[in-house]
């Protein structure tokens, strides 16, 4: 139980392009998804958390207008990465809590290394 | 502000022995705690989460929690080379505050 799938694995884009990237809980239910981004031997960074059906909350020095979130449905968060740039390649990273979890465990997705070129 | 200390290692072991790995967190009033592995070039995977003290085990993994001291630590028992990877410590507030605070990491290096 508790698969977090993200979709695309790896993306390599031109610079000015946007992408979209998809976290999607498999086998429950999460009004709530993170989306973190690490950089190489770094930690990993909360950017946004994600609830569904309301607009994102979006860690300090985060530019909303730069990385979009939508949280659709109680199984679908999307971060779209716009007009992207070579100092966005990263590796993204969603994670998902289950709503009827209160110890408020997170499960990750696989991750989406993004370069953009 | 909320801050979740763990030492970056790298902590080098033997293969066989018991790697101990331990976190420090700052907000007394934290309710769940909460050991991932990551694998490098890999998201984190979730290890074991404790939410009581005491100790609470799962195969080769025993967390253990001290609240009054504000510690967690995780014991891996006969470490293999494939427990190499970093552990990061994770803590959330409890109270409606869905978000966790993770700490830096720890590497383990488990030597064959």
């Known amino acids: 139980g508790a698969v977090v799938s993200q979709h695309p694995s790896r993306v390599i884009c031109k610079s000015g392009t946007s992408v979209k990237i998809e976290c999607r809980s498999l086998d429950f239910q999460a009004t709530t998804m993170f989306w973190y981004r690490q950089f190489p031997k770094q930690s990993l960074m909360l950017m946004a958390t994600s609830n569904e059906g309301s607009k994102a909350t979006y860690e300090q020095g985060v530019e909303k207008d730069k990385f979009l979130i939508n949280h659709a449905s109680l199984t679908l968060s999307t971060l779209t990465v716009t007009s992207a740039h070579p100092e966005d390649s990263s590796f993204y990273i969603c994670s998902a809590r289950d709503l009827r979890d209160p110890m408020n465990t997170q499960y990750f997705g696989p991750g989406t290394r993004l370069t953009v070129l | 502000q909320k801050e979740v200390e763990q030492n970056s290692g790298p902590l080098s072991v033997p293969e066989g022995a018991i790697a101990s790995l331990n976190c420090t967190y700052s907000?007394?009033?934290?309710?769940?705690f909460f050991w991932y592995r990551q694998y490098s070039g890999k998201s984190p995977e979730l290890i074991m989460f404790i939410y009581s003290n005491g100790d609470k085990e799962d195969g080769r993994f025993t967390a253990q929690l001290n609240k009054a001291s504000q510690y967690v630590s995780l014991l891996i028992r006969d470490s293999q080379p494939s427990d190499s990877a970093t552990y990061l410590c994770?803590?959330?507030?409890?109270?409606?505050?869905?978000?966790?605070?993770f700490g830096k990491g720890t590497m383990l290096l488990v030597s064959p």
């Open positions: 994770a803590v959330n507030m409890g109270g409606g505050y869905s978000t966790l605070t």
């Open positions: 907000d007394r009033g934290s309710q769940s």
